[in-house]
T-cell receptor
Framework: SQTIHQWPATLVQPVGSPLSLECTVE??????LYWYRQAAGRGLQLLFY??????ISSEVPQNLSASRPQDRQFILSSKKLLLSDSGFYLC???????????FGDGTRLSIL | AQKITQTQPGMFVQEKEAVTLDCTYD???????LFWYKQPSSGEMIFLIY??????QNATEGRYSLNFQKARKSANLVISASQLGDSAMYFC?????????????FGQGTILTVHP
């Protein structure tokens, strides 16, 4: 069966520090991968998606970037974090648009 | 572009009663999918139910059913026989178009509280 792992679960970072969140998927090949961000009490906003190795599409301009160095690995990064980058970050994978996406457990990021 | 609207910030229901969570959507694409997810306080996103735009019948999954009214562009979630464990945030979401790569557009969510 397929599983998705996302870490760390919680992260507290100072403003201006770098960021690296990692997500890996097991049990499937060439999945579509997604990074979402959720502000407190709000819906999820799609940040990036990837349909293959090295293929990244950005949905919103921001201080973040994403990479897919391997088929089942998706990384969210920043060189210098801003206060506005705080939030709950969720990684997800999917195969077809008529099937549900499956989410990781999320990372709660606090910027001080 | 797609848009999902959930107009109920919070809903209350008595245990064992049914509750309907509202969702309206907007898209110009004739092919789309509608999803409902549950998010407990722990933060995980749990898939509940799916409805395709060409599906003739309303989707059902156990105690969950989706009241799909295409002409009104609504996709309400009905939870029958509510349980205390149903207390959570509920999100309506959609994908649209063959080249959307499954990207989900989410509504703002509805917080459901089940009272004993």
């Amino acid at each position: 069966s397929q599983t998705i792992h996302q870490w760390p679960a919680t992260l507290v970072q100072p403003v201006g520090s770098p960021l690296s969140l990692e997500c890996t998927v097991e049990g499937t090949s060439n999945p579509n991968l997604y990074w979402y961000r959720q502000a407190a009490g709000r819906g999820l906003q799609l940040l990036f998606y990837s349909v293959g190795i090295g293929q990244i599409s950005s949905e919103v301009p921001q201080n973040l970037s994403a990479s897919r160095p391997q088929d089942r690995q998706f990384i969210l990064s920043s060189k210098k974090l801003l206060l506005s980058d705080s939030g709950f970050y969720l990684c997800a994978w999917g195969e077809y648009s008529n099937q549900p996406q499956h989410f990781g457990d999320g990372t709660r990021l606090s910027i001080l | 572009a797609q848009k999902i609207t959930q107009t109920q910030p919070g809903m209350f229901v008595q245990e064992k009663e049914a509750v309907t969570l509202d969702c309206t959507y907007d898209t110009s694409d004739p092919s789309y999918g509608l999803f409902w997810y549950k998010q407990p306080s722990s933060g995980e996103m749990i898939f509940l139910i799916y409805q395709g735009s060409y599906d003739q019948q309303n989707a059902t999954e156990g105690r969950y059913s989706l009241n799909f009214q295409k002409a009104r562009k609504s996709a309400n979630l009905v939870i029958s026989a509510s349980q205390l464990g149903d207390s959570a945030m509920y999100f309506c979401a959609m994908t649209a178009g063959g080249t959307s790569y499954g990207k989900l557009t989410f509504g703002q969510g509805t917080i459901l509280t089940v009272h004993p």
